[in-house]
């Protein structure tokens, strides 16, 4: 028997040697695997392993300031059928036809048909019709639950508002401005599955609650925009123009208080261009005609779109003349009808019979150029263009609406004496009209250019304000001196001036005309104008800018006759909203204002003729005398004098 | 007799039933979903392990208790049997498998003659090389008569086919030789041709290159053959340093298929983490450290060869097992030593840890002898 020798110990330890490293070798690539590289490993398995199952969140809703929805979500129902699944089709028919108002004979045709694998066999369903169709529990038929927009009042105030897409995608408006912040977070359940695709059990599942998204109040009075587009739809009717824009601001904080353009479009039914377009015009329309038509129609022009702002911009003039005394408000000036700058004749608009001897106050009643021109002169090109930029018109306003547009303002460098003329009583300049109710704004509210607001704040589902727009001044262009002087020259437009037609009686009222020829393919055109007009009021106590731009009216141009009766109209319905009370009080009779929610249109109508009171419909053109009174104005209760208006809010939805 | 008892290897015993325990553990973890969706009966796999494993326990203790000495007699007979079983396989009753014809059906038994003939190789081959102890550094009486052995058990086998169990037997074979003292120069010489062969084996058949190439690029294919390395790869990388928890495994739910089995492994990756893989490994690297110190201390050769041989089976399925399943080398048929499912392979393994228990034995009670007189 003979023994295992050193010789045989040396190689057993060899081996073992190599045995060892080798597997020290393999934990090594063990520890690459499961710890330095494992989360490529993982994430590849996971990609196979999960499902997720969403759970969408809600989408905030839209709100005025005092709280009025104007676009909110709801649950909506879509009932599915896969018909190698459905064993009795005539069973189904029948069960199914009370419920969805369908004949059994055409539902059993659908869902039996061999040629689809799934069908879908009716779509926004109420949650209650939707539970019958669960409980009767056929086989090969089941309930989804998707959300749908809604914009209980069709048209009123669409350019801000927006809409969205079926999927929840903010397209155009605050839908699209704050699209993140309405969305929220989706949530899900996530469960691993086997290789067959069956949820595993036990403590694999995890559930993510969607955050559901904020909701967004906007600085909007649903009362004000609704006088605001009841003027303005007046307006359309009166002058036949193409389009009319307005926006009311309150001056002091910036914020928006309405904004409308009409004609515009029912977000709920955003695709529709039949009242945009003939039947032949949308026959003939490729893809991307459609898209650029669509386009078109959801564009908010007041601050993607710029126009000339004309006479409108003299205040601006006139304002940066009196912060720099180079005029005062009783500097006279000698109109000959036309002035010449540089060797061209530039003529007043009444040359024929020229204004002679006036000071800047008369200048501005009577829009007079040359006065202008001369203002523009004494600032010279350097200062009057420091003014256009501290008015703001060289930058976006930033306010919280897609696709701001900039102005059109010739680059410093190149403006001669002639175009300084012309820039003077806002000829050869561009705005956004967002940009003019802003700088218009900071002339009466004492020199502030403030930030104009749309969003006032975020909240979230319990009412929680989580983020809040507060006024912001964003510098100081003029003097608080400068700008009474300039509210007092604005009211003896109205007062004395081509602002005549937006005279209120017993309130002091501001403003401006402008008139301008559009550009049609480089050239002033004699026919098609933009006539606007911007006011305010009350002149002491400034609460509200309206600026009103009236795109191409038939017949009539002028500003003082086309745009100043429209806001004349929004000024006077605001104002009494705002209770802002005529000064010499007429002998009219106070009446007590009855209780009006819960009755039907038709009752509320009579009961206000019996009272001797004017009543609005919000929405505008309620034609359903059966619907219910949700909300009044004012107050049940309160004194009003004969004759004054009740607005009145109704549940469409009923 | 007293002394004789107390001098088997206490550790080896107690890393063998702790893998053992392991092994059940883990059979259990990695089939019972397999199981219920397959055959409605989540304990299948669990409750023949654990036949497999009580009989292998059985086995152990039975043959520790024989002395090994005795295997020199047989192990000629052994030896010719292994080749008669081998040799079966190309009669009608080798039994077809997924096309290969590995298994021996015998009426109510099947057998796989390439384990038996791993246990007969190492047997046989222990007393071949005590007798040519003096003469086996010349090539023509060491390597040569070893080579001729070698490669007829690796013909045979290979044949089947099963390259798996033709390289390990032969794996087996060489490193007794090597640790028997054949001339190191030759033994290199003969590596770099045989890795030369392997290499041609591999690539003389479509499927073994498939599989080849599979291994340098488990994702290139990801629903054929790099299927299962890409699973198990997803398991180690799911269980990251601490695991998901045991039975928590999601690849083994039906992404990696027969979990239980060569791929077993990936479950402890996964449910273990890389602390629970990795000690695992040590755990091994420990029990071939046990086995080296019972070959080196053997009372004479032949139980020194023949622990050798049993030392350089557990290492080589531990080595080959781990490197198939990190997809550290080709994908090939080896199951993991003690934690895969039961099987031929299992028993064998017990029996010859028995007999490691049996040469410990006897090694100590020499060595208390030693120091008594």
């Known amino acids: 028997m003979t023994k295992p020798n050193k010789m045989h110990r040396l190689r057993l330890w060899a081996a073992y040697l190599i045995v060892s490293l080798i597997l020290f070798g393999l934990i090594g690539r063990l520890a690459y695997i499961q710890v330095i590289n494992n989360e490529f490993y993982l994430s590849k398995a996971l990609s196979h392993q999960i499902r997720d199952i969403p759970l969408p969140a809600l989408r905030g809703d839209i709100l005025d300031r005092n709280g009025m929805k104007l676009a909110f979500s709801m649950s909506t129902f879509t009932v599915w059928a896969r018909p190698a ?30 040629e689809s694998t ?9 949650k209650s019709k939707a539970d019958l169709v669960r409980n009767k529990g056929l086989k090969g038929v089941w309930v989804t639950e998707s959300s749908k927009r809604v914009y209980p009042y069709g048209n009123f105030a669409a350019h801000i508002i927006g809409h969205s897409t079926e999927d929840g995608d903010g397209l155009s408006g605050i839908e699209q401005m704050l699209d993140e912040a309405l969305s929220g977070l989706d949530g899900k359940i996530v469960s691993h599955t086997d290789a067959a695709g069956r949820t595993l059990p036990v403590g694999d599942e995890k559930v993510y609650e969607p ?39 309150d001056p002091m904080t910036g914020e928006v208080l309405a904004m409308t353009t009409k004609p515009d479009y029912d977000p709920n039914t955003p695709r529709e261009l039949t009242s945009f377009f003939t039947a032949e015009e949308i026959a003939a329309m490729d893809n991307d005609a459609m898209f650029q038509a669509w386009n078109q129609i959801w564009r908010n022009p007041i601050v993607s779109d710029t126009y000339e702002p004309g006479s409108t911009f003299k205040l601006l003039t006139a304002a940066a003349g009196l912060e720099e005394d180079k005029v005062s408000v009783n500097s006279t000036f000698n109109d000959k009808g036309y002035i010449i700058v540089n060797g061209v004749r530039i003529n007043c608009l009444r040359s024929n019979n020229p204004h002679g001897l006036q000071t800047l106050t008369q200048g501005l009643e009577n829009s007079c150029n040359p006065v202008f021109i001369e203002i523009g002169q004494r600032l010279g090109t350097e200062t009057f263009f420091n003014y256009v930029e501290d008015f703001g018109f060289t930058e976006k306003t930033g306010i919280l609406l897609p696709a701001e547009g900039n102005a059109l303002v010739q680059a410093e460098e190149r403006i001669g004496p002639v175009e300084l003329a012309t820039m003077s009583f806002g000829h050869g300049v561009s705005t956004t009209p967002i940009q003019v109710a802003t700088a218009v704004s900071a002339i009466v509210n004492g020199g502030n250019l403030m930030q104009p607001l749309i969003v006032k704040s975020l909240s979230d589902d319990e009412g929680n304000v989580v983020e809040s727009f507060e006024p912001k001044v964003r510098r100081q262009v003029i003097s608080k001196e400068t700008s009474d002087e300039m509210r007092k020259m604005m009211e003896s ?46 002149v002491d106590d400034p609460k509200v800018v309206v600026l009103v731009i009236v795109d191409e009216p038939k017949d009539i141009n002028f500003g003082s006759v086309v745009a100043a009766p429209i806001a004349h109209n929004i000024l006077l319905d605001t104002l009494r909203y705002m209770k802002v009370e005529p000064e010499i009080l007429d002998a009219a009779k106070m009446v007590t204002v009855p209780d009006l929610t819960g009755k039907t249109f038709k009752q509320a109508q009579a009961i206000l003729d019996a009272s001797e009171l004017l009543l609005n419909t919000v929405p505008i053109d309620l034609d359903d005398p059966e619907a219910i009174v949700q909300m009044q104005y004012p107050a049940a209760g309160e004194k009003i004098r004969q004759h004054s208006i009740v607005i009145l809010s109704f549940d469409t939805t009923h | 007799m007293k002394n004789e008892t107390q001098g088997i ?10 893998l053992v325990f392991t092994g059940v553990m883990m059979v259990f973890s990695s089939s019972f979903y397999y199981a219920m969706a397959k055959w409605e009966n989540k304990y299948l796999f669990l409750e023949k392990h654990l036949v497999w494993a009580g009989a292998g326990v059985v086995a152990m203790i039975f043959f520790s208790l024989i002395d090994y000495k005795l295997y020199r007699k047989i192990a000629f007979i052994l030896f010719v049997l292994s080749f008669i079983f081998l040799g079966l396989l190309f009669t009608p009753l080798g039994k077809e498998v997924n096309g290969a014809v590995r298994w021996v059906d015998i009426g109510p038994l099947t057998f796989m003659p390439s384990e038996f003939a791993k246990m007969a190789a190492i047997l046989y081959m222990a007393g071949f090389l005590e007798n040519r102890q003096r003469k086996i550094h010349k090539f023509s009486s060491g390597l040569l008569p070893v080579l001729i052995i070698v490669g007829a058990y690796f013909v045979l086998i290979y044949k089947q086919p099963n390259l798996s169990n033709a390289i390990t037997i032969s794996g087996i074979l060489m490193a007794m030789a090597f640790v028997a003292g054949v001339n190191i120069f030759q033994l290199m010489t003969l590596g770099a041709a045989g890795g030369v062969g392997i290499y041609a084996a591999i690539l003389s058949s479509e499927w073994r290159a498939r599989r080849f190439l599979t291994f340098l690029d488990p994702f290139k294919d990801t629903f054929g053959d790099g299927w299962q390395v890409i699973q198990s790869l997803y398991a180690l990388g799911s269980g990251g340093l601490f695991g998901v928890g045991l039975g928590q495994s999601t690849l083994n739910k039906l992404y990696i298929p027969e979990p239980q089995n060569d791929f077993i492994f990936a479950t402890v990756g996964e449910e273990l983490g890389f602390v629970g893989s990795s000690l695992l490994i040590l755990l091994f690297l420990f029990l071939i450290y046990r086995c080296i110190r019972i070959a080196m201390n053997a009372p004479d050769q032949y139980g020194m060869f023949l622990a050798t041989g049993i030392t350089a089976m557990l290492a080589i399925h531990t080595i080959i097992n781990v490197a198939v399943v990190t997809s550290s080398m080709p994908v090939t048929g080896l199951q993991l030593p003690f934690i895969s499912y039961g099987g031929n392979f299992l028993l064998m393994l017990m029996i010859a840890m028995g007999i490691m228990l049996n040469i410990s034995k006897q090694s100590k009670s020499i060595q208390t002898k030693q120091r008594e007189s």
């Open chain 1, 493 to 538: 437009v109205v007062l004395k001036g081509s602002g005549k037609k937006a005279y209120i009686p017993g309130i002091g009222v501001g403003g401006k005309t402008g008139t301008t020829e559009k550009l049609v393919d480089g050239r002033y055109s004699k026919d098609l104008a933009y006539a606007s007009f911007v006011g305010f009021a009350p």
């Open chain 1, 211 to 249: 955050e559901d998204g904020y909701n967004v109040v906007l600085t909007l009075d649903e009362v004000i925009q609704h006088f605001t587009e009841k003027a303005v739809d007046g307006g359309l009717k009166d002058f036949g123009a193409k389009r009319i824009m307005a926006v009311v601001m």
């Open chain 1, 85 to 114: 699944d459905v064993d009795d089709p005539e069973a189904h028919g029948e069960a199914l036809s009370t419920i969805l108002d369908e004949s059994a004979a055409g539902i059993s045709a659908r869902i039996s048909n061999p």
């Open chain 1, 118 to 126: 799934l069908v879908r066999v009716a779509k926004g369903l109420t």
């Open chain 2, 9 to 18: 290897d206490y550790a080896l015993l107690v890393v063998v039933m702790l």
